[in-house]
């Protein structure tokens, strides 16, 4: 599997939130370089980035940094997400050497834009659908949508998206464990790769994600149980992560 620690950045600093409520945060690092240089130390490949600031207003505020890991470590495959609205923003992360974007809250109001990104970006975007009781959530996690996930998930399939990060906002940060038969019968419904996020606190949850690898689950993002101490990057990446050929 594609085992994918998570960089949250709010206001320059690496944080974790509790079911993406912003003023429910813990400030982990002041220096964003050094945690990613921890992960990738322990062997990570691929790097979640997520510009919390740039969700709630819109627009970008943690570019600064996030060129400034994409420049540290340029063999470290690279998603980001969070404010990206236009193909401006998109064309910029992608020249300073970002892998993918990861497109949240526009994708769900203005379904139209990631048919257009995946025309001039193809096999650059992901869509980030996070949910809760079956519905999307959108700006920042602030506001819930009559979307049901399934469907627009199969709407971004045909748009040709490389992938769908599914969160459950209802167990992000809390360490609660994954919603496995969710994320499961999502991939099930599409043939578009789903990458888990949200609850992961254990080994155990690794196992059951692997468990439904062949269903179209490729990959987790391990957030505040690698930031406590819980799961061992190290271990994962030893037992279930990928190696790049």
């Known amino acids: ?106 994708a769900v109001s203005e379904p139209h834009f990631v048919n257009d ?26 506001k819930l949508s009559n979307h049901d996930v399934i469907d627009m998930a199969q709407h971004f399939e045909r748009d040709g998206v490389d992938a769908i990060v599914y969160t459950d906002i ?7 464990g994954v919603n496995v038969e969710s994320t499961a019968a999502l991939a099930q419904s599409i043939r578009v790769p789903v990458i888990a996020s949200g609850g992961v606190s254990s080994m155990d949850d690794i196992a059951a994600l692997a468990k439904v690898e062949e269903e179209g689950v490729v990959g987790v993002i391990i957030g505040r149980a690698l930031y406590e101490g819980d799961i061992d990057l190290a271990e994962v990446m030893k037992k279930y992560g990928n190696k790049k050929t």
């Open 1 to 106: 599997m594609l085992i994918i620690p998570a960089i949250d950045l709010k206001e320059g600093k690496c944080v974790r939130l509790r079911q993406g409520r912003m003023e429910d945060n813990t400030i982990f690092s002041d220096n964003p370089l050094k945690m990613v240089e921890r992960w990738v130390n322990a062997g990570a490949e691929r790097l979640h980035v997520i510009d919390l600031d740039g969700a709630m207003a819109g627009k970008p505020r943690n570019s600064d940094v996030i060129h400034s890991i994409v420049e540290e470590f340029p063999n470290l495959d690279i998603q980001v997400g969070g404010g990206i609205r236009d193909e401006d923003t998109v064309q910029e992360y992608l020249d300073a050497g970002v892998n993918y974007v990861i497109i949240g809250t526009k």
């Open 117 to 142: 990104l995946c025309l001039s970006f193809p096999g650059h975007v992901i869509v980030g659908l996070d949910a809760k009781d079956g519905k999307v959530a959108i700006d920042g996690w602030s």
């Open 170 to 176: 209802t167990r992000d940060g809390m360490l609660s």
